[in-house]
């Protein structure tokens, strides 16, 4: 089962591309660690389909 969701393959790694770059600046090993859980939870919880569609499409919402 897939998201029906009205994004390419190449606008989601773009994305995901960016949400990596927002934290380029993170070098305490503790914060990187906890930010790799957030991650690998995020994908468990998309992949398990715990999350809705709508969901996913809030990290595609240009920032305010």
Known sequence: ????????????RTKLREEFDKHRH?????????????GQLELVETVKRFKQKCHVMNYFKAPI
């Open 26 to 38: 993170v070098k305490d090993v503790r914060v990187i660690d906890m930010l790799v859980v957030k």
């Open 1 to 12: 089962m897939e998201y029906d969701i009205p994004k390419t393959e190449a606008q989601c």
